[in-house]
């Protein structure tokens, strides 16, 4: 009852059988209050001139009643599904859980959705989920750390150049897109640099995938490090595999089997670091006393690996809220910005690396 006068609403809908609710429509409203269906929506869409006695009739109508707006509808009228596609290549990446749990929380404060696509690492199933995001009419698309020569980027770029899309955590060679990252370079050069400080000089450094973005920076900031300290690089102390545990396991192994082991390994990220803990272990190498092992991203792992992991912390949250603040301006005002963001990351020291101890000449 609205206003002391009965309203029929709607139309009651089923399931098996059981009647479970009521669909309120516009005309709903419109009749409840007394006015037009055009005046409805614009009260509803907040465009041309209403009243305030009407505004306030249709909005309690709107509350009494239990209104809620169609969004294919309203989509269609804004050309916009208040909703972005989010691609990330591992969801068992620890470092991509807290970023999608980051991008998600802060879409949601400022009122839109996010539609999460794993791909494995696989460019034929990113594919795939390109185009079920575009036929899904979303407002734009956040790649996260795609591969350094990722076609797929270039397509959509080709197909929907009004489509946003902003690059974390990576960039796509002779592509110009809105770019989020971190300082892949300085982050390892610190990494580097912290071990060297130590006294180490037999450095081992483990990275993903060799057309990684992340992967080859912080090798380059590595070997940075090592030429500007007179540290001659040792190829047979460089593997390169996945982000992943089995990775840092695998390639530990390889390199503490070494007769000349390194006494210090940089992994690329903590996921590599925790396996290289495996490796040590296995091998019966004691962290730090044997081995120093050092990180990359802050992560989880870091903290609950024992001794707790010394490693470069990325600013995952922040940067993830950013891209999404980034994307919603774009949407909003209708334009890409070209625009390349960089944080700066830091060092985090723990228990997981220590000065060496020279050996005792006779």
Do not use: W
């Not at 460089?238 to 210090?264: C, M, Q, V």
Request: overall charge neutral; hydrophobic content about 40%.
């Amino acid at each position: 009852m609205l206003n002391g006068s009965p309203v029929t609403i709607g139309k009651r809908f089923h399931i098996k059988g059981r009647e479970v609710g009521q669909v309120v429509t516009i005309k709903d409203v419109a009749k409840a209050a007394n006015v037009s269906i055009s005046t409805v929506s614009r009260v509803l869409n907040n465009s041309g001139y209403t009243s305030a006695n009407v505004k306030e009739r249709v909005n309690k109508a709107v509350e009494e009643l239990k209104f809620q707006k169609n969004m294919v509808a309203t989509a269609m009228i804004k050309k916009q599904t208040q909703t972005f596609g989010l691609i990330i290549p591992d969801i068992k990446n620890i470092f991509y859980g807290e970023l999608t749990r980051a991008i998600e929380d802060k879409a949601h404060k400022l009122g839109f959705n996010v539609i999460l696509c794993n791909t494995d690492n696989d460019l034929e199933k990113e594919s795939e989920y390109l185009n079920f995001l575009i036929r899904k009419g979303i407002d734009g698309i956040i790649f996260s750390t795609p591969e350094t020569n990722d076609m797929n980027v270039r397509e959509v770029m080709k197909s929907r150049p009004d489509l946003p899309i902003i690059i974390l955590g990576s960039k796509v060679k002779n592509v110009r897109l809105d770019e989020v990252l971190v300082d892949n370079f300085e982050g390892s050069y610190t990494a580097t640099r912290h071990l060297i400080d130590l006294g180490h000089e037999r450095i081992g450094y483990i990275g993903g995938q060799p057309d990684s973005y992340s992967t080859i920076e912080r090798q380059r900031g590595y070997l940075a490090a090592l030429e500007d300290n007179g540290i001659t690089s040792n190829p047979t102390y460089i593997e390169l595999d996945e982000f992943k545990i089995d990775s840092g396991f695998e390639k530990g192994k390889k390199l503490l089997a070494e007769e000349d082991r390194p006494t210090a390994i940089f992994a690329a990220n903590d996921a590599i670091a925790v396996g290289v803990y495996k490796a040590a272990r296995e091998l019966g190498l004691r962290i730090p006393e044997d081995l120093s092992v050092i990180g990359f991203d802050d992560s989880q792992f870091a903290e609950i690996v024992f001794p707790e992991l010394t490693t470069i912390r990325t600013p995952i949250a922040q940067m993830g809220e950013k891209t999404v603040e980034l994307a919603v301006q774009i949407v909003k005002d209708g334009k890409n910005f070209k625009e390349s963001i960089t944080f700066q990351p830091t060092l985090v020291e723990r228990g997981s690396t220590q000065r060496i101890k020279k050996a005792v000449k006779s």
